[in-house]
């Protein structure tokens, strides 16, 4: 099966198969202004884009001041020709949301918007026409206000999903899948309240939750969600409920 995501992330780094890492960043990297970038051809045309993204501070733990930039490889140097601006984007992943053949670029950015005038994770999806990013879908929010995502192809259709975890009362956190429809995404299924729940990975075709207690994996079987306990650490265990 041909890979079909990737990610760029600020506050978290794993290893994938069906989602190729492409850029991570840790916090306390504040000197750094350029997140790392690998090669994904957008639209097909046998061109490879590298997709990065900028910022040049740290506020509360957000990347401020960045953009979304893609570069092609010219004389064997990397040079940019086009930047998303003014996003304080703090992840991106890569892969066929819409299931046309064409990969799209989905960001997680800090900003507030229109209608919700307040700083918040938001999830915005572009497509790449060989010159610039079009703008597909500028979600103001998910379902509920989400700290982390990844794209994972879960089941055997030509859509990759979107997985993101989202906050839940008293701390907890809700795991929920969502899959593009004709404008943005609807959700498929949710699991949770997970308590102690840290961050999201993406292998082999399933989702993995990391809590300070084990590993949990995520897996989507004919439209129900799995989540169950692979891996324990010490003497505790998450809480799934």
Avoid at 6 to 29: D, E, H, N, Q, Y
Wanted: proline share 4%.
């Amino acid at each position: 099966m041909a890979n079909r995501g990737s990610r760029s992330t600020f506050p978290f780094g794993v290893g994938l198969k069906a989602v190729l890492l492409v850029a991570t960043l840790a916090p306390a990297a504040v000197a750094a202004s350029c997140s790392n970038y690998r090669a994904f051809d957008l639209d097909g045309d046998g061109t490879a884009e590298y997709v990065s993204f900028t910022y040049n501070r740290v506020a509360g733990g957000h990347p401020m001041g960045g953009d979304i930039v893609v570069s092609h490889k010219i004389n064997g140097r990397l040079k940019p020709v086009w930047r998303q601006r003014g996003l304080n984007p703090w992840k991106i992943e890569i892969g066929d949301v819409d299931g046309d053949g064409r990969k799209e670029v989905v960001a997680g950015v800090w900003k507030k918007s229109r209608y919700d005038p307040v700083f918040a994770n938001r999830p915005f999806v572009y497509s790449w026409n060989g010159k610039r990013l079009i703008p597909r879908w500028l979600g103001s929010r998910l379902s509920r206000r989400f700290t982390d995502f990844v794209l994972c192809q879960l089941d055997r259709g030509n859509k990759t999903e979107l997985i993101a975890l989202e906050e839940a009362p008293r701390g907890a956190k809700y795991v929920t899948v969502y899959r593009w429809r004709a404008f943005g995404f609807d959700g498929v299924g949710r699991v949770g309240p997970i308590t102690g729940v840290r961050s999201l990975q993406s292998k082999n075709g399933q989702v993995l939750a990391e809590t300070g207690q084990g590993l949990y994996s995520l897996k989507l079987v004919k439209e129900k969600l799995k989540f169950t306990l692979i891996s324990e650490a010490g003497n505790g265990r998450a809480s799934v409920r």
